[in-house]
Protein backbone atom coordinates (compact mmCIF):
# COMPACT_ATOMS: atom_id res chain seq x y z
CA UNK A 1 0.00 0.00 0.00
CA UNK A 2 1.50 2.97 -0.87
CA UNK A 3 1.98 6.22 1.51
CA UNK A 4 -0.74 8.98 1.54
CA UNK A 5 1.03 12.32 0.17
CA UNK A 6 0.54 14.56 2.77
CA UNK A 7 1.07 17.73 0.84
CA UNK A 8 -2.33 16.74 -0.29
CA UNK A 9 -3.78 17.73 2.96
CA UNK A 10 -2.00 21.19 2.76
CA UNK A 11 -5.70 23.74 1.65
CA UNK A 12 -5.06 26.54 -0.87
CA UNK A 13 -4.67 28.81 2.26
CA UNK A 14 -1.98 26.93 3.65
CA UNK A 15 -3.88 25.33 6.73
CA UNK A 16 -3.24 21.55 7.17
CA UNK A 17 -6.40 19.67 7.24
CA UNK A 18 -5.32 17.04 9.26
CA UNK A 19 -4.63 19.98 12.14
CA UNK A 20 -8.18 21.26 11.79
CA UNK A 21 -10.56 20.34 14.72
CA UNK A 22 -13.65 19.38 12.19
CA UNK A 23 -11.31 16.94 10.51
CA UNK A 24 -10.02 15.51 13.80
CA UNK A 25 -14.34 14.88 14.50
CA UNK A 26 -14.10 17.55 17.52
CA UNK A 27 -18.02 18.45 16.68
CA UNK A 28 -18.74 14.86 16.05
CA UNK A 29 -17.44 13.92 19.14
CA UNK A 30 -18.39 16.62 21.47
CA UNK A 31 -21.90 16.12 20.08
CA UNK A 32 -21.95 12.36 20.95
CA UNK A 33 -20.25 13.40 24.44
CA UNK A 34 -23.12 15.94 25.38
CA UNK A 35 -26.09 12.98 24.11
CA UNK A 36 -24.33 10.29 26.53
CA UNK A 37 -24.64 12.81 29.45
CA UNK A 38 -28.20 13.36 28.23
CA UNK A 39 -29.37 9.94 27.95
CA UNK A 40 -27.22 8.64 30.85
CA UNK A 41 -28.80 11.21 33.61
CA UNK A 42 -32.24 10.52 31.88
CA UNK A 43 -32.70 14.68 30.82
CA UNK A 44 -33.77 13.15 27.10
CA UNK A 45 -36.69 11.92 28.83
CA UNK A 46 -37.70 14.73 31.22
CA UNK A 47 -37.12 17.28 29.11
CA UNK A 48 -40.86 18.86 29.32
CA UNK A 49 -40.64 18.89 33.28
CA UNK A 50 -36.97 20.43 33.31
CA UNK A 51 -38.46 23.06 31.07
CA UNK A 52 -40.89 24.45 33.85
CA UNK A 53 -37.23 25.23 36.06
CA UNK A 54 -35.81 26.09 32.88
CA UNK A 55 -37.77 27.50 30.47
CA UNK A 56 -35.25 27.09 27.48
CA UNK A 57 -35.11 23.81 27.79
CA UNK A 58 -38.88 23.37 25.77
CA UNK A 59 -36.41 23.61 22.97
CA UNK A 60 -34.47 20.46 23.62
CA UNK A 61 -36.00 19.13 19.98
CA UNK A 62 -35.24 21.99 17.92
CA UNK A 63 -31.54 21.82 19.90
CA UNK A 64 -31.11 18.20 18.83
CA UNK A 65 -32.18 19.29 15.13
CA UNK A 66 -29.09 21.64 15.50
CA UNK A 67 -26.85 18.96 16.50
CA UNK A 68 -28.02 16.97 13.60
CA UNK A 69 -27.34 19.51 11.84
CA UNK A 70 -23.39 20.01 13.25
CA UNK A 71 -22.58 16.76 12.68
CA UNK A 72 -23.77 16.54 9.36
CA UNK A 73 -22.34 19.59 8.07
CA UNK A 74 -18.91 19.26 9.91
CA UNK A 75 -18.49 15.62 10.77
CA UNK A 76 -16.39 14.49 7.36
CA UNK A 77 -13.92 16.84 5.38
CA UNK A 78 -12.11 15.27 3.22
CA UNK A 79 -10.30 18.35 2.66
CA UNK A 80 -10.03 21.81 0.32
CA UNK A 81 -8.15 19.79 -2.67
CA UNK A 82 -10.33 17.24 -2.51
CA UNK A 83 -13.49 19.85 -2.53
CA UNK A 84 -14.46 19.92 1.04
CA UNK A 85 -15.09 22.76 3.62
CA UNK A 86 -16.74 26.22 1.61
CA UNK A 87 -17.65 25.39 -1.86
CA UNK A 88 -17.46 29.31 -2.20
CA UNK A 89 -14.27 29.98 -0.53
CA UNK A 90 -12.73 32.80 -1.37
CA UNK A 91 -9.27 31.99 -0.99
CA UNK A 92 -10.00 28.82 -2.74
CA UNK A 93 -11.17 30.56 -5.54
CA UNK A 94 -8.38 33.58 -5.82
CA UNK A 95 -5.79 30.63 -5.32
CA UNK A 96 -6.95 28.81 -8.19
CA UNK A 97 -7.59 31.54 -10.52
CA UNK A 98 -3.75 32.49 -10.11
CA UNK A 99 -2.78 29.18 -10.72
CA UNK A 100 -0.77 28.87 -7.39
CA UNK A 101 -1.12 25.82 -4.99
CA UNK A 102 -0.87 27.92 -1.63
CA UNK A 103 -1.44 31.38 -0.66
CA UNK A 104 2.05 31.40 -0.12
CA UNK A 105 3.05 31.84 -3.50
CA UNK A 106 1.40 35.07 -4.20
CA UNK A 107 3.33 38.44 -3.68
CA UNK A 108 0.09 39.92 -1.59
CA UNK A 109 0.02 37.07 0.83
CA UNK A 110 0.84 39.53 3.83
CA UNK A 111 -1.47 42.86 3.04
CA UNK A 112 -4.24 40.12 1.13
CA UNK A 113 -7.89 40.88 2.90
CA UNK A 114 -9.14 37.29 1.84
CA UNK A 115 -6.50 36.26 4.61
CA UNK A 116 -7.75 38.73 7.05
CA UNK A 117 -10.19 35.85 8.89
CA UNK A 118 -7.96 32.89 8.70
CA UNK A 119 -5.07 35.12 9.99
CA UNK A 120 -6.99 36.15 12.85
CA UNK A 121 -8.92 33.07 13.69
CA UNK A 122 -4.94 31.16 13.58
CA UNK A 123 -2.17 32.73 15.70
CA UNK A 124 0.81 31.04 13.43
CA UNK A 125 -1.25 31.07 10.20
CA UNK A 126 1.57 33.90 9.07
CA UNK A 127 4.16 32.14 10.25
CA UNK A 128 2.41 29.18 8.38
CA UNK A 129 2.83 30.61 5.48
CA UNK A 130 6.18 31.90 5.23
CA UNK A 131 7.57 28.14 6.30
CA UNK A 132 5.51 27.04 3.32
CA UNK A 133 7.24 29.34 1.00
CA UNK A 134 10.70 28.78 2.66
CA UNK A 135 10.46 24.90 2.84
CA UNK A 136 8.12 24.00 0.22
CA UNK A 137 4.39 22.30 0.82
CA UNK A 138 5.45 18.84 1.29
CA UNK A 139 8.17 19.50 3.91
CA UNK A 140 5.35 21.69 6.06
CA UNK A 141 2.90 18.54 5.59
CA UNK A 142 5.08 16.25 7.23
CA UNK A 143 6.17 18.68 9.90
CA UNK A 144 2.70 19.44 10.65
CA UNK A 145 1.54 15.70 10.46
CA UNK A 146 4.45 15.50 13.04
CA UNK A 147 2.67 18.14 15.45
CA UNK A 148 -0.83 16.38 14.93
CA UNK A 149 0.67 12.68 15.87
CA UNK A 150 1.32 14.37 19.38
CA UNK A 151 -1.89 15.75 19.69
CA UNK A 152 -1.76 19.43 17.95
CA UNK A 153 -5.15 20.85 16.55
CA UNK A 154 -5.67 24.41 15.52
CA UNK A 155 -8.41 24.80 18.39
CA UNK A 156 -5.32 25.35 20.20
CA UNK A 157 -4.47 28.80 18.28
CA UNK A 158 -7.98 29.87 18.39
CA UNK A 159 -8.81 32.99 20.37
Known amino acids: MA ?10 CGLYCNACGIRQHKITTAVNNLRRIIAAYGFDKIMPELASWEPSLKYHK ?23 GDPNCKTRLCVKQKGYRTCAECAETETCEKLAPTRKGYKGFT ?33
Not at 3 to 12: F, N
Not at 63 to 81: H, I, T, Y
Open 127 to 159: KALQNIKQNGVKKYAEEMQKRVAKGYSYLEECP
Open 3 to 12: ATDLSTLVGY
Open 62 to 84: EFNQVMDGLVKLFGDCPGCLQDG
